[in-house]
């Protein structure tokens, strides 16, 4: 059949082609056609789901990471608008749905490609999964669902379409191939066909002829030329994609400068180096150059314009190169010039390198070796470099030759046995066991000074160092001859008190008990004398820790000046010295040297802030009769005490009858420490009026301990205990809160907003931190700020003046009102009353008690209520027990009262039935009538 085929005419053959030609045309047509516009279809319908995904993803994250769930929803909305959309929804970082629309059906997503966007397409629905981010970080995913039905039915409109092009497509070319057949009667029409493709560059055209006449020589021909063509064009693309491939993706930048340094040619890399692109930069005479550091311009151009002129190459040329966005960087440069016709340098083709981190490598490199040679030279311990071999010293520090008097020439010929205050062989043996042990060397040993000078002690920190393939002994030395005398002192600081100079405790108790075997042995008595200075704690507070080391300084010196070498006197702590006095006859002899001690105190102190005047209070003990050491010593600090509570400046012998005092007393502070914890401490609220209008203005919270065994005690029984001792600040602070919660409590009861009084110890209002506690009392009750009054007493406002004015205007920065208690027992000036920040001033009891009996009395209020009016302050007046106090009080426009005459302190339940009482008194009464007691 082929040789049947063979032998056919050209035009026969023509025909036949054709027809083949048609069927292979109309079946590409009707087959890829499609396929490929299915492709494309799916990849729009891909492409507008994944827009649109990345848009609402876009404005999604934010509403998902806050939880802003009505945008959300209003993005939604705009989603169901959506036509072909079947489903959305949105999840949280936790995988938890944040919202959803339309009927849910997950894609077979197996698993999170690390990719922002992922697709897929199932049958006819396409899946699109989204990462939100929200400043870069995850804030949960976004996954849509749309229909493809549409596209589908677009495909098979091509499909119709493609057949029906192919079919009529196939059909005109075999009628136009018979019409060409008609009128060509020669196959040459195949070979002109062939050469023209051929020569229009498309080297894979061939001639079909499969004949053995000229023309199917002719064809084999133009046939393995064209075959020979293909091949050498295809070497050529491959060879131009590799150059592409390395010219584009190179890290280096690729360059090419004509001879009027115009930028002819550039790789991309050059947009990373200098935020430009190819295209922005080509062209451009000198451009890149002029992107340099100011510095670096005219040298470059120098440098390029040598180059053209001199032609050879540069390598390694580094300058300092500027970005668009203005990071400096440094950039090194090869170049090379290519030369023209006649030997003239015509282009310049070189690269460009990033070595921006090398150069910050080599910088800190080279700061890393400045910072250890810094190190070395400055640092306080002698470092001493030996070699492992020879011994010899190899470098030492400037500490090193302070240490031991050397200079620079003399360490150059030291070897380790030079300044080892040892034999040659312990040190031999030591620089062995550091080198086969291989780890630091830690330990004392003393350094020989220069030329026969002293041994100093030093402690040796030595390990083994490589110095390339040699191996050396790095010693660290510290001076520790400061150390050696400093612990030569530890047993006497042991034993004595380091600011007085006196026996400390555990001497003190060594001595005793040597005394008491010595007067046991003898048959004599002793004494122990403790000694407490008065108010010490107030001078300390109001003139400094400084003041109130000299002054215990001084005490201990006229203390020792006092007794004789027998007898000694020690410092316990504080303000609390103990002495024992032995080789007493009776208890007279430890009283005449008590009485001389008071004497010593009562002369005044002359110290930096002027003279103070102090006293002390004295217990004594004496042996046998008062027990062992420690009793002796626990007796008198009881028997001091009692003379504390004695009024204070006196002395008090221990007996038994003290003892049960003071074991009431000790009792009685631990009941206080436990009484928070159990919960035993009542507040009651003492009303305060206008007594003008009858109307309730404010209430006073008053503490009470309900003891279990004693019943109720009152203040005056326990809160001297509790501010000696510093249980008042936790006891303030609780009553300071159950009162604010109290009247937060009538607030939202429904009664009309009042202020709540509360007392503040002069302990209480040192606290570093009081204006703080307030705030966040204030903070946890809900109580506003202007419902609250801090009542201070005067003397506590006079401890420190300027400290108090502080904290007052931080407490009125808060809203606080702040009121003077106990105004006219104090002795505050006018001056430093008008600077303190407060709004009330309180009449203390004491005054009214007065009224209408001592003129003096009545002076003095009339005074303080008009000095109060004058300045703007209200006036209360306590203590207000009869209807005459009361209507002396109103004619001298003093119309805040409190006291027994309108009520009594209530528990916080009767309070309410109060405010009632009070409310109806008010609207039952009358313009002239007053107010009757509760």
């Known amino acids: 059949m082929f040789r049947f085929f063979n032998n056919l005419t050209i035009r026969a053959k023509l025909i036949c082609n054709a027809v083949l030609c048609a069927l292979v045309v109309g079946g590409f047509v009707v087959l890829f056609f499609p396929y490929n516009q299915k492709l494309q279809i799916q990849a729009q319908a891909l492409e507008k789901a994944v827009a649109l995904a990345n848009m609402t993803a876009d404005n999604l994250a934010t509403s998902v990471t806050f939880e802003d ?20 929804e949105a999840r949280n970082s936790d995988g938890s749905v944040f919202m959803s629309t339309g009927s849910i059906r997950h894609p077979p997503f197996t698993h999170d490609a690390g990719e922002r966007v992922q697709t897929e397409i199932v049958g006819t629905t396409v899946f699109v999964r989204v990462r939100l981010l929200e400043r870069g970080m995850a804030a949960g995913r976004l996954l849509l669902g749309f229909s493809m039905k549409k596209a589908q039915a677009q495909m098979q409109r091509v499909i119709a379409t493609a057949v029906a092009v192919g079919t009529l497509l196939a059909l005109l070319i075999i009628a136009f191939t018979a019409l060409v057949a008609n009128r060509i009667s020669r196959s040459v029409g195949h070979v ?28 084999g021909a133009i046939n393995a030329m064209s075959a020979r063509l293909q091949e050498s064009r295809t070497q050529l693309i491959r060879s131009e994609r590799r150059y592409r491939l390395n010219f584009e993706n190179v890290s280096d930048v690729i360059f090419s400068l004509d001879r009027n340094l115009g930028l002819t040619s550039v790789s991309p890399s050059v947009e990373k180096l200098s935020g430009f692109t190819a295209g922005e ?32 190459s540069l390598h390694g040329i580094q300058y300092e190169f500027v970005s668009q966005a203005g990071q400096r960087k440094w950039i090194e440069i090869n170049a090379a010039a290519h030369t023209g016709d006649h030997h003239a340098a015509a282009t310049i083709v070189g690269t460009i390198r990033d070595i921006t981190e090398r150069k910050g490598a080599q910088l800190a490199l080279s700061q890393a070796q400045e910072r250890y040679r810094s190190v070395i030279s400055q640092a306080s311990d002698s470092i001493v470099m030996v070699d492992a071999d020879t011994r010899a010293i190899i470098e030492v520090n400037e500490a090193f030759q302070q240490l031991l008097g050397y200079d620079g020439s003399d360490t150059d010929r030291l070897t380790l046995y030079d300044i080892m205050a040892e034999d040659q062989s312990e040190v031999d043996l030591s620089l062995a066991r550091i080198m086969s042990e291989k780890r630091c060397c830690i330990g004392e040993h003393y350094f020989q000074a220069k030329a026969g000078g002293a041994r100093v002690p030093v402690e040796i920190n030595a390990n083994v160092i490589h110095a390339g393939s040699s191996q050396a002994v790095c010693i660290i030395a510290r001076d520790i001859s400061a150390q050696k005398k400093y612990e030569s002192s530890l047993i006497h600081m042991a034993n004595h008190d380091s600011l007085t100079g006196l026996p400390n405790r555990s001497l003190f108790m060594d001595r005793l008990q040597q005394a008491m075997y010595k007067q046991e042995r003898h048959g004599n008595m002793l004494a122990v004398i403790f000694i407490d200075l008065d108010q010490f704690k107030v001078v300390n507070d109001t003139y400094g820790h400084a003041i109130g080391d000299k002054l215990l300084r001084e005490a201990a010196r006229r203390l020792q000046g006092l007794i004789r070498k027998s007898d000694t006197v020690a410092r316990f702590g504080g303000d609390e010295f103990t002495l024992i006095v032995a080789d007493i006859v009776s208890q007279n002899d430890a009283a005449s040297i008590a009485g001389k001690i008071l004497k010593i105190f009562n002369r005044p102190i002359s110290l930096d802030v002027g003279e103070i005047f102090m006293s002390a209070s004295i217990g004594i003990s004496l042996f046998p009769h008062d027990g062992t050491a420690a009793d002796l010593l626990r007796n008198a600090d009881m028997a001091m005490y009692h003379a504390k509570a004695s009024g204070r400046n006196n002395f008090q012998f221990f007996s038994g009858v003290l003892n049960e005092k003071v074991r009431e007393r000790l009792a009685l502070e631990n009941g206080l420490r436990q009484a928070l914890e159990r919960d035993e401490f009542i507040v009651e609220y003492q009303p305060r009026l206008d007594a003008s209008t009858h109307t309730v203005i404010g209430v006073e919270a008053l503490l009470r301990w309900r003891h279990p065994e004693k019943g109720i005690v009152v203040p005056l029984d326990f809160i001297p205990h509790a501010e000696e001792t510093g249980f008042i600040v936790p006891i303030g602070m609780w009553v300071l809160s159950a009162a604010c919660a109290q009247n937060k409590a009538w607030q939202n009861a429904g009664f009309a907003p009042i202020r709540v009084s509360v007392n503040i110890s002069a302990r209480q209002f040192r606290e570093q931190d009081f204006a703080a506690s307030v705030k966040k009392t204030l903070a946890q009750t809900g109580l506003a700020p202007q419902f609250l009054e801090l009542e201070i007493t005067e003397s506590s406002l006079m401890i420190n003046h300027e400290e108090a004015v502080t904290v007052l205007r931080e407490l009125k ?5 702040i009121a003077v208690d106990d105004f006219g027992t104090g002795y505050s000036s006018l001056l430093q009353l008008k600077q303190l920040p407060i709004d009330t001033l309180k009449v203390d009891k004491h005054f009214i008690e007065g009224l209408s009996r001592n003129r003096n009395d009545e002076a003095l209020v009339d005074t303080i209520i008009h000095m109060g009016h004058t300045m703007g302050l209200r006036v209360v007046a306590e203590g207000v027990e009869t209807r005459e106090q009361m209507r002396y009080l109103l004619d001298r426009n003093c119309v805040e009262m409190q006291g027994f005459y309108f009520s009594h302190p209530l528990a916080p339940e009767n309070v309410p039935a109060y405010f009632t009482t009070c409310a109806e008194a008010g609207r039952a009464a009358s313009g002239g009538s007053s107010l009757r007691p509760a």
Not at 69 to 88: H, M, Q
């Open 192 to 219: 002109i066909r062939a050469t023209e493709e051929i020569a229009s560059e498309n080297f894979s055209a061939t001639v079909n002829v499969r004949s053995g006449d000229e023309m199917g020589l002719l064809a």
């Open 69 to 88: 769930r009505k945008t959300a929803a209003e993005i939604f909305a705009v989603l169901r608008s959506t036509p072909d959309l079947l489903f959305a």
């Open 281 to 312: 930069l080509s062209g451009h005479t000198g451009r890149i150059l002029r992107m340099l550091a100011p510095e670096y311009r005219l040298q470059a151009f120098r440098d390029m314009r040598a180059l053209l002129a001199a032609g050879g």
């Open 813 to 817: 920065y808060l809203g606080v009102t």
